[in-house]
């Protein structure tokens, strides 16, 4: 068995992973550089006017929202990405132990907490 000197070793199991950033590297760029040289690059107002969804724009761009959008989109996020969490437990069910089925229900009654809590906070109002 050969003896391993500092500063010899080559880490060759990495090798795999850096021609894989190399090509995905050379396929970013070479997809801009594409898409620089093919483009159409006349500019007229119509096109350097700002836009939501093709519609014109209304009032000023620093338009203020309710925070209520705010917290409506967080906690869709929260609760969807919890529900996410139940898609693997879900299929191992019947693998699993007693303590992963209480872990789990112990889960799922902070969540339902959380839904009360926003339920009595009025967070899914709208007006």
Do not use: C, H
């Amino acid at each position: 068995m050969s003896e391993m000197v500092p500063g010899s070793f080559v880490p060759t199991q990495y090798l795999p992973v850096l021609i894989f950033m190399i090509i995905a590297f050379l396929f970013g760029f070479g997809a801009l550089l594409v898409g620089n040289l093919f483009r159409l690059k006349r500019s007229y107002p119509e096109k350097l006017m700002p836009y939501e969804s093709g519609n014109e724009p209304i009032g000023g761009v620093r338009e203020q929202f309710n925070v209520r959008f705010y917290i409506i989109a967080m906690l869709f996020v929260i609760f969807d990405v919890e529900a996410v969490f139940l898609y693997p437990w879900a299929l191992v069910y019947d693998k699993i132990g007693l303590y992963a089925v209480i872990e789990m229900m112990l889960f799922i009654a902070v969540l339902v907490v959380g839904y009360v809590y926003a339920w009595k906070k009025e967070a899914f109002e709208w007006d």
